[in-house]
């Protein structure tokens, strides 16, 4: 029985991290589309929500099974925004 119940809390915990990974991301993409809108618009706008939930998101990946994320710069906005 201590196998099965040291599995499962292995199991809960990779499903956790998993889950934490998948809301960041989430939100990831929504501070990305924020500053995309509001470089269409020609407002100002900056990276700095990206890049905090960004680094949320690896230092989860430093735990494993989750994949890193790369920082955002104003440029890279500009860029796509621009497509």
């Known amino acids: 029985m201590s196998v099965h119940k040291a599995i499962s809390e292995h199991v ?3 499903n956790k991290k998993i889950n934490d990974f998948l809301s960041l991301d989430h939100l990831r993409e929504l501070y990305i589309e924020e500053a995309v ?9 900056t990276t700095e929500k990206i890049n ?4 949320q998101i690896n230092d ?4 494993g099974i ?13 860029e796509y925004a621009l497509k």
Do not use: D, W, Y
Not at 37 to 45: M, R
Not at 52 to 55: A, E
């Open 37 to 45: 809108t509001s470089c269409k618009a020609g407002q100002t706008f």
């Open 52 to 55: 905090r939930v960004t680094n």
């Open 12 to 14: 809960n915990k990779q």
């Open 60 to 63: 989860l990946a430093r735990q």
């Open 66 to 78: 989750i994949p890193t994320r790369k920082l955002v710069t104003v440029e890279m906005v500009r």
